[in-house]
């Protein structure tokens, strides 16, 4: 078996590379797709791979912000605190809703929980 010389071998590692980038824009392109973000039309094709490519920071994946991490998380928040504090509430001016008092509402939850139901609370 012959050995590849140099040349050889560093056109076959552009190739590949070239490969690479050409299959990262059409995740890219799919990705556009699929989430409606639109595609930057300044950004054309180089050696059949995107221009981009050649662009500072190409190939780094965005970090999720915090903002949109947390977004979903505070709202869930805020309403689990709230639920919690009108049951509080209403356990200490022994208020009911609906004639369901605190005790009810207890008895309930735990009847849920020892049913062993898949979407019953873990406590």
Do not use: W
């Amino acid at each position: 078996m012959k050995k590849t010389d140099a040349e050889r071998k560093l056109a076959l590692v552009q190739s590949i590379r070239m490969e690479n980038q050409y299959n990262r824009m059409k995740c890219r392109e799919r990705e556009h797709i699929l989430y409606g973000t639109a595609i930057e039309p300044e950004k054309g094709e180089l050696y059949g791979a995107e221009i981009a490519a050649g662009l500072a920071g190409y190939g780094m994946e965005d970090a999720p912000s915090k903002e949109n991490f947390l977004g979903g998380f505070r709202i869930r928040f805020l309403l689990a605190a709230a639920l919690f504090a009108a049951f509080v509430y209403m356990d200490v001016n022994h208020l009911d809703i609906y004639g369901k008092t605190t005790e009810d509402l207890l008895t309930a939850i735990k009847e849920t929980t020892e049913l062993g139901l898949a979407n019953s609370f873990d406590f």
